[in-house]
């Protein structure tokens, strides 16, 4: 017999790249707990990003939701055990996991995806509907949303917080040498995918502006990773270690020795940045989603906000960077609404659903 299969569909495109990093750490988690298993992605054709050597990558014309036609193909020709759909996909598409026998899960990060998990159509459809609420501290189904599950008793529903591969202390001392950094006591600035732009400019050429200025002003080493979708020319820089882009294990690693980050505000990265108690300065690095959850997090505590020019995101860093006590602070809000790392529950419940497959 075939040995089963996960196939991953997230939003991919030239912008930002959060979904397809969550889903990969999720499949990284997954495998460990299921080595027999065939894990396949399916992604934009003009994305440049991090992959692991093995997983099965299939190129789609555009992001899933638009390309309906060759994730459907892709569907029958694969005939996976599950399929996980993260923010991305349609109606033809779930209709035809279904057919090829495969359980279905649908990940939702916004409240808009939440509410398209909950149509009927959608309800009828699904097995698991996972649910980001990063810096809930006790999310809860809405009224209607209860009701509506009583109609559906095979369809589960799952809350969880940050996604992100776990610290290894070996590993980032390895990373620290190899990139001229002290082993702690330093800035990692990070927009996340790196593709996006503000008034021209590239965003992450903002943000390495930025660090050379906080560098100055804090003597702190600072270390800018462009992101995997830059495609400026910024690769050096006098005073501040410039990185590519990182696996997303290594920037965990990095992230969790630095005594702060200065980072985009997308789903995955302030999740991964924040389940490890890293105090954050957060700024709007692309997205719609970005300036509500920074309104969110710096009216809670949880993050300093700064918006995308080079001395708001400098004076926001450095303050923080000064101030040990907002320092606590910040780690102290985060803990108390139980941001965490559930990179493993999430692997263990989906590991649940293909064992119910076979």
């Known amino acids: 017999m075939a040995a089963p299969a996960a196939l991953f569909a997230p939003v991919s495109g030239p912008g930002g790249s959060g979904e397809y990093y969550r889903c990969l750490a999720i499949a990284r988690a997954l495998q460990a707990r299921c080595p027999e298993l065939d894990i396949h992605f399916l992604i934009h054709q003009e994305v440049s990003l991090e992959r692991d050597e093995r997983f099965h990558y299939h190129p789609i014309p555009d992001s899933p939701t638009k390309s309906v036609g060759e994730v459907v193909e892709a569907l029958r020709r694969i005939r996976p055990s599950l399929v996980l759909f993260d923010s991305a996909g349609r109606m033809t598409q779930f209709r035809a996991a279904r057919r090829v026998g495969a359980k279905l899960a649908w990940l939702s990060d916004r409240p808009n995806k939440r509410w398209k998990g909950f149509r009927w159509r959608m309800m009828a459809l699904l097995d698991l509907h996972l ?20 109609f559906f008793p095979r369809l589960r529903t799952r809350f969880f917080s940050g996604i992100a591969p776990a610290p290894d202390a070996d590993r ?10 002290p082993e702690s006591d330093y800035v990692i600035l990070a927009p996340g995918g790196g593709g996006y732009t503000h008034q021209g400019r590239p965003v992450p050429e903002i943000m390495l502006d930025a660090a ?52 985009g505000a997308g789903s995955m990265m302030t999740a991964q940045t924040l389940s490890l108690e890293v105090p954050a300065v ?8 970005q300036p509500p959850r920074i309104a969110d997090f710096s009216r809670r505590g949880l993050a300093t906000a700064a918006s995308m020019d080079e001395q708001s995101i400098t004076d926001a860093a450095v303050a923080l960077a000064q101030d040990p006590d907002r320092q606590r602070q910040q780690q102290q809000a985060v803990h108390a609404v139980g941001i965490r790392n559930d990179v493993v529950d999430v692997a263990k419940t989906l590991q649940a659903l293909i064992e119910k497959h076979a």
């Open 282 to 289: 957060i700024v709007p690095a692309g997205g719609d989603d």
């Open 212 to 263: 050379s200025r906080i560098h100055e002003q804090t003597g702190l080493a600072c270390v800018m990773v462009m992101g995997p979708q830059y495609r400026g020319d910024s690769h050096e820089h006098e005073t501040v270690r410039v990185i590519d882009s990182l696996p997303t294990e290594d920037l965990t690693q990095l992230l969790h020795g630095a005594r702060l980050a200065v980072i």
């Open 131 to 150: 649910m980001a609420a990063s810096g809930q501290a006790n999310p809860r189904l809405g009224l209607l949303e209860r009701f509506k599950l009583r």
């Open 172 to 181: 980032r001392r390895a990373l620290c040498q190899a990139h001229d950094l």
